[in-house]
């Protein structure tokens, strides 16, 4: 998703602040784990009412023809609540994805790269392995997520009325069991990975193009 490089590039941001080292997992990981949650909890913050508008417009069947028209309609109809219900379910997804990616791409290039050059097809691989492994493990909470989001264009009176994280969890339970929290998980490591490859890549470019500049200086 678009949004999730916000985060993201505040934490590669303390990357390249500490290339002296060369890996982000070997120094200053607190500082690391610390900009990744304060970065993940400010920008699904402002982030939130657009993933919402962005699900309700997705939906199979979706009456809005424009984000005005849905965000009139569901602040109308919802209040401006139904923009932030998902809110705790998105950080309880986000953290660990986050957490997730970056300690399998740490893990993954390590293994592909023991020396830890540069090296673009590297890079890329243990970036969208990392994302696609990330995206499979919070997929439950995705789909909870998506559950809260687009409950206002739900029929069944259930689903309609989801008032949180644990109830829609419950919903899931009982209508689909537990299959139900790995519904759409192919699509999202599918968008998930090169997503994730093109990152990590874009991010050890730019480093690696700091790292010779600052050498050279």
């Known amino acids: ?10 934490i590669h941001s303390q990357g390249v602040k500490m290339h002296k080292s060369q890996d982000i997992l070997e120094k200053g ?46 602040y109308k109809n919802e209040g401006l609540r139904a923009f932030y219900i998902s809110y705790p379910t998105t950080i309880s997804m986000t953290v660990p994805f986050t957490a997730l990616q ?18 673009p097809t590297t890079h890329m691989v243990a ?18 997520k998506t559950l809260l989001q687009t409950r206002g264009t739900a029929k069944d009176i259930e689903l309609r009325h989801a008032k949180g994280m644990f109830n829609a969890a419950a919903i899931i339970k ?3 069991g537990y ?24 991010y050890e470019l730019a480093k690696n193009y700091f790292i010779r500049h600052n050498d050279e200086l």
């Open 179 to 202: 299959g139900g929290f790995f519904r759409g998980l192919q699509p999202r490591i599918l968008t998930t990975v090169p997503s994730t490859a093109i990152c990590w890549s874009s």
């Open 174 to 176: 009982r209508q689909h």
């Open 102 to 119: 970056f300690s399998a791409y740490g893990s993954i290039s390590q293994y592909l790269n023991p020396s830890r050059d540069y090296n």
């Open 29 to 74: 990981l607190h500082r690391v784990a610390v900009s990744g949650a304060c970065a993940t909890i400010a920008s699904d913050a402002l982030m939130n009412p657009f993933d919402v508008i962005k699900q309700r417009m997705q939906v199979h069947g979706s009456m809005y023809r424009s984000i005005r028209q849905c965000t009139k309609s569901v």
């Open 127 to 144: 970036g969208g392995l990392a994302g696609g492994l990330a995206a499979a493990l919070t997929t439950p909470l995705d789909v909870i």
């Open 1 to 10: 998703m678009p949004w999730e490089g916000i985060d993201q590039a505040i």
